[in-house]
């Protein structure tokens, strides 16, 4: 603790039931960088006003700071769900240790312990963590459930766990499959966290990738406004944009391809890969080349997200526009490229850069 912060704390005492005096403190405990103090006080506030008034709303701002809104979006999704707690009843015999990488609302840890698993669930962020053992107390499972407010490679297996886990359960998977970092918390809780040879949910993660066309004929991109080229911006779009997989923003212009396959019960550690592809076009109008994520859950369980009518995800595909659109014969090879840098993907169309002057 500095020493504003240790300041700030002798000031808890005289404002405690205060709630403007404590929602003050917390502010100025988070400008002293002591983040835990001023969630512990806005915590408190946020019982005390119930969210409301000037002191409740600032206590949610603090609170929310950092929550990343797809919390609120992704315990709806029923075939995610489904996924996990049926790969869950496979997989969980009574009495056996489940460690959970990253608790969010605590909804997994409970599936795992309804089905009378003791579970050790992490979680990163403390506010997360907090909220997360109320729900799991809300629920009757704070005798299973033990949620610890640290990252999965701060844990100990003795001191935290109470010996390595029988069952590694997580659900920490981005849009584009790694950058939540999947790969470096899953090689680290195989090798320190998990029993030898304990089983692994899910054990294995594809990043599938096909030709696509926009159906939203809208490039992301600036052109003219009130009378003024803007074009000269778009050097700073991303070059990837989130699709929403169900609502027929592109087409798939290709048979899907397995881009990159990864072992998520391996505690060996993954190496940045880069991969050349000619994919057959269908035919027709090509934008660009788009990637979702599929999980194998156990050995017969099952999720993907593949853009098609009708699909439903909390988790978004990613378009990574060509340059410029092409137009493809049925059966033309369009030879893209693709590279990860294990929490990170990157995809491109191939151009022979001799013939762009380069
Ligand atoms: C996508 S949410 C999943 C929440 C919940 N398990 C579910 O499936 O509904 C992932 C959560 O894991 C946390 N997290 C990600 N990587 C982590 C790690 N290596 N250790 C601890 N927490 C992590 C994030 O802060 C986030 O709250």
Not at 205 to 211: C, E, T
Not at 305 to 314: F, H, I, L
Request: charged share 25%; net charge negative.
């Amino acid at each position: 603790m500095t020493d504003r912060a240790a300041q700030l704390s002798a000031l808890l005492p005289k404002v405690a039931g205060d709630p403007r005096g404590m929602i003050a403190v917390a502010r100025q405990l988070i400008a002293a960088g002591d983040r835990r103090r001023a969630l512990e006080l806005a915590e408190q506030v946020h019982a005390m006003t119930g969210g409301r008034g000037e002191a409740g709303v600032t206590a949610a701002e603090i609170l929310s700071d950092g929550v990343h809104s797809w919390h609120f979006v992704i315990p709806f999704d029923r075939a995610r769900n489904q996924a996990y707690e049926q790969a869950l009843i496979r997989a969980i015999r009574p009495g056996c240790r489940v460690l959970e990488i990253g608790a969010g609302s605590g909804l997994l840890a409970m599936m795992a312990a309804r089905q009378g698993a003791h579970v050790v669930t992490c979680e990163a962020d403390p506010a997360i963590a907090s909220a997360a053992r109320d729900v799991v107390a809300a629920n009757g499972f704070a005798d299973r459930v033990t949620v610890v407010n640290k990252h999965s490679t701060a844990l100990d297996a003795d001191r935290d766990l109470g010996g390595r886990a029988d069952i590694l359960v997580s659900e920490i998977v981005s849009n584009d499959l790694l950058s939540e970092g999947v790969l470096a918390a899953h090689e680290d809780a195989v090798a320190r966290l998990l029993v030898p040879g304990g089983v692994v949910i899910p054990p294995r993660g594809k990043i599938r990738v096909a030709l696509a066309r926009d159906l939203r004929n809208r490039a992301k991109r600036l052109t003219e406004a009130s009378g003024f080229d803007l074009s000269a911006f778009n050097r700073l779009a991303s070059p990837s944009e989130m699709i929403r997989v169900g609502m027929e923003q592109v087409a798939l212009c290709s048979d899907p391809v397995n881009l990159f396959s990864f072992d998520f019960a391996s505690a060996e550690p993954r190496k940045a890969e880069r991969r050349e592809l000619a994919i057959s076009s269908l035919g027709g109008r090509v934008d660009g080349i788009v990637q979702w994520i599929a999980l194998e859950m156990d050995a017969v369980g099952r999720y993907e997200n593949r853009p098609e009518p009708g699909a439903a995800s909390c988790w978004g595909a990613l378009l990574w526009r060509f340059p410029q659109p092409l137009e493809t014969l049925a059966g033309e090879a369009v030879a893209v490229g693709g590279a990860h840098e294990r929490d990170r993907v990157r995809l491109w169309q191939q151009i022979d850069l001799s013939e762009a002057g380069c």
